[in-house]
């Protein structure tokens, strides 16, 4: 079962907020998830983001891929 690290997408329109979670790669975009790793709110300033450290780690450790907006996310606010 591959694993990826995502954004799902929550909140109305026009006023989004995230979850990150872990999803099997091939999933549905608004499908089940295996677990949630975060949250990120950007229409709060400051922008709100949190992340499980201990099971982000996890879920990297045992082979989980971090799609490309969670990668950009995390670089931009210098967590990787």
């Not at 907020?17 to 999933?27: C, D, F, L, N």
């Not at 089940?32 to 982000?56: A, H, Q, S, T, W």
Request: proline content about 4%; hydrophobic content about 40%; cysteine-free.
């Amino acid at each position: 079962m591959a694993v990826a690290l995502k954004l799902y997408r929550q909140g109305k329109k026009g006023s989004p907020s995230y979850r990150i979670v872990a999803v099997e790669k091939h999933s549905k975009a608004d499908g089940k998830y295996i677990e949630g790793v975060g949250f990120y709110d950007p229409m709060v300033d400051p922008v709100v983001l949190n992340i499980k450290k201990d099971r982000f780690d996890y879920w990297i450790g045992v082979g989980a891929q971090v799609s490309e907006g969670l990668r950009k996310l995390l670089k931009n606010n210098k967590l990787v």
